[in-house]
């Protein structure tokens, strides 16, 4: 019993010093006075660092997604990584992915969901009421149901957080009947007014992080985001190559 408690407390305490280490790792890949110096010039929020593919820079994620910087912060990189050795893969899109993955979590449960009776696929498709090809998606919305593709709706209001159509889609958040308030606002620019608490501020801000630059911008269960509108033919075809039926 004794030795069974002494493995257990060595145990606890050498993984204690591993999750320590690491995070001193992390946090000695850039000083914090290269951290702070980068933020003020570039007014982006840095939100965690990692070792980059190349060692002569460190990963920045960031509140307008990843860039890399040298490690004494003189010179920025804002551009793609592709690791010839491996078939020219993307670098920086496949960490781009994971983190989509990462932050659509946090808020796709404050999403307006439109379910298929028969999910096969379920996209989150960052939108705006007043964006003609999201008009588009909305009215073909049976096309994608049937499919069994369902869609979860995040706002994206692409005049920011002070224009009407923000206030637009505060009111359709807080409508008692999100999915028929967003249907009327799309399809027949009809909003009645509202106001409540809501994480449209919080959608918006994860867009931006997440490379979303227009509407509508769909991300997919691995991550990838396909900008712009896709029918639900093509969609569900690019869904079965990427995800698999």
């Known amino acids: 019993m004794h030795l069974r408690y002494l493995l257990t407390v060595l145990l606890t ?24 110096e980068f933020e003020a010039k570039t007014q982006l929020k840095v939100l965690s660092l990692a070792n980059a593919p190349l060692n002569e820079l460190v990963t920045l994620t960031t509140s307008r997604g990843i860039f890399y910087l040298s490690q004494d912060g003189q010179f920025l990189v804002n551009g793609a990584i592709i690791n010839l050795q491996e078939g020219f893969r993307n670098e920086t899109e496949q960490a781009m992915a994971k983190f989509r993955v990462d932050q659509v979590a946090k808020i796709a449960d404050s999403g307006i969901l439109y379910l298929a009776k028969n999910e096969k696929f379920r996209i989150n498709v960052f939108t705006d009421i007043t964006c003609g090809y999201c008009q588009k998606l909305h009215r073909e919305l049976e096309d994608y ?33 999100p999915q028929k308030a967003m249907t009327s606002a799309k399809l027949n620019n009809n909003v009645v007014q509202k106001s409540c608490s809501t994480q449209v501020a919080e959608h918006y801000r994860t867009g931006g992080a997440l490379g979303v630059n227009g509407t509508p911008n769909i991300i997919l269960a691995d991550g990838s985001l396909i900008p712009g509108y896709q029918p639900a033919k093509a969609l569900l075809a690019e869904l079965n190559k990427r995800l698999g039926s």
């Open 13 to 36: 305490l050498t993984v204690g010093w591993m999750v320590s280490a690491n995070s001193q790792a992390e946090s000695q890949l850039l000083s914090d006075d290269v951290v702070a």
């Open 145 to 177: 149901l049937a499919a069994g593709i369902s869609v979860n709706y995040l706002a994206y209001p692409r005049q920011g957080l002070n224009g009407a159509v923000y206030k637009d889609m505060v009111s359709i958040w807080c409508a008692s009947e």
